[in-house]
């Protein structure tokens, strides 16, 4: 699973010291934060920058689940790439994908299932086409 | 899932206003910030203080993997009472689990699974048979 | 400076696995985290909990500097007592001072100038006098 | 205070929505991560990463004292450049000086005093004259 070839977008980042703990390794919940920076330069990539590309369709994305895979721990200062593609988009919902590299070595990988919902009310909304067509166009390219 | 009778552990904090978001609710990476503590405060309270409760054995916990689900959002303020228990011992990992209420409100649950490790090598090890016991003398209580 | 007997009140918190870095310390960003959570806790407890009790004069509080000192560091698992006192207060705007104790252990002290403004403009404005009141009832107690 | 022509270095970072609060700004306490990473870069970029290049000399850095003052919150998806130089270095002690910039507009400034200490040990050591020639070699360049 999570194999680079999968995806066509990645964002690089660099581990800060404040996000490292005391067993000199990335404190796990940062990985939720990197995996969210990830998706927001994704949707800018394909011409959606959160929140406002979305809003303008009357949506935004509230995250139902994420399952978090770790096989190797992320050090202080190190350069990662964080690898993020769009899954399955359903009725009202969006699946991401993400995996975490440092160069070849598959560090941490995971899969947030976001639900889409209007922005005030939060009642879930259909995704909307012009969204599906900008995650196409893009994967497509 | 995740039904208050199934815990007999709970610890009780408060979301900070670091926490929040723009959203006005916590932002999801520190649910596991959250499930840290009460994992910290479950070790305790059956005797094996992380880390030195654990060590003193030759183990450490990694984790492995985590899951969540986001039912309903924590906001600034909130008192939430963070249920934790273990559910499977295996040959050398621990799965926990995690339900986090608002009073009768379940909003988020979570299973963490940890592989127990040498603190050094980091190399896999049996979970010692002093910390099954403190787990099963604890929950049968 | 920052003697525990120039405070009426304090707040006791625990220092979480998350917050400490490599070097076994709490991270200094940190500090202001737990400054923040004291200086809730305090509103709170002078009867103007943050923000609403602030928002029901047209107040909120912005800050504008602050000077932290650290002694000695926190570690992780510390509990910690959290002082906090409002030292002055301007036409519209307020100082905080904190000095964090581990037992008799000044660690950490500080001071927070915050600016009162109008939650929507957030134009500065003088400090309402329901707010001095609350103050000098509680430090006078 | 705090002119950009004062400085010779900035590193550019992106604010991230975890780091923005319910008010739509940063919270406080990220700005000490922000210069934090400023300063990494800074080492970096003088030759003597932190903190393998410090532990060469038996060094590392404590931070004793931090100032900051806030003219105008830093927003979500802003990208700011962080400007940091060395102030002064005494006998063993260092001060940096921070700038934190939106385009033309200074947002946040600060000022951090470390204590340069021996790694294990931490007790105070001479800033070792490797460290003095690198800075004066790249702030005159």
Redesign the interface.
Known sequence: MASKDEFSFSYRLRV???E?????IV???????YF??GM?EYLRAIGL??PDGLLEYDG?L?????????KS?AL??DELDCHVRIGRIGSSSMQFLFALYRGDDLLVSGENIYVNAHPVTRAPAPVHQAIRDAVSRFERA
Chains 1, 2, 3, 4 share one sequence.
């Open positions: 800060r010291w404040a490292v703990d005391r067993q000199g404190f796990n919940g940062h990985y939720l934060t969210d920076v927001t920058p959160y935004d509230f995250l139902v689940k994420a399952t978090v895979e770790f721990p202080y200062d």
